[in-house]
């Protein structure tokens, strides 16, 4: 059994890693959504200030565009040109996703400085096609209603996560310690 604790090392280190910090960064995620409740931005501050980019940058395009917390649910809805397109929920703010973008990057970790350079941008990197994933979902949602399912539920996970998992390859061949590791 010893063995196998060696020969798979960093494997142990790395699972172990990743569990920790996304453990560590859910709760503490859990707690800001717990604490938001009830402040002046609604449903939390992260889908508010979403829910207001996406109304700026639909109205920057020309549509008329309003965005009012929702009645019966915590949410955002959308309106396009006077339709009801959609609603911005807590998951739609991109925080999960950074989550697990950061988790894994710590759990790969390299030098201190490029491991916090690559968080900080690859975060915002995230936070902006997020944004720019929800604009161009809701322009989808109103000019394609008939595609709504294929697109909410395909095509703009998959940009997301794919943008993603390309900056998590990226990072480990480039910077990583694994990568230094195993060269």
């Known amino acids: ?7 798979y090392k960093s494997v ?15 709760l503490g995620y859990k707690f800001y959504l717990q604490f938001s409740d009830g402040s002046k931005f609604y449903p939390d501050y992260m889908t508010h200030l979403v829910s207001k980019q996406t ?8 549509y008329d565009v309003e965005v009012l917390p929702h009645d019966s649910e915590p949410s955002m ?3 396009l040109n006077g339709n009801y397109i959609a609603r911005i929920i807590e998951g739609c703010n991109s925080i ?9 990057i710590i759990a790969f970790s390299g030098k201190l400085k490029t491991t916090f350079f690559y968080i900080l941008s690859g975060s915002v990197l995230v936070y902006v096609v997020n944004l720019l994933r929800i604009v161009v979902l809701s322009l989808g949602l109103y000019h394609y209603p008939e595609y709504s399912d294929f697109l909410h539920t395909v095509v703009f996970p998959g940009i997301i996560y794919g943008m993603v998992f390309l900056l998590w390859i990226f990072w480990v061949n480039r910077f990583s310690k694994f990568k230094q590791n195993h060269a």
């Open 12 to 26: 142990i280190k790395f699972i172990l890693t990743f569990l920790l910090v996304y453990g560590l960064l859910s």
């Open 55 to 62: 109304e700026a940058l639909l109205d920057t395009f020309g």
């Open 1 to 7: 059994m010893k063995a196998l604790f060696i020969k």
């Open 96 to 104: 999960s996703v950074i989550i697990l973008f950061i988790s894994f």
């Open 77 to 79: 809805k959308l309106i």
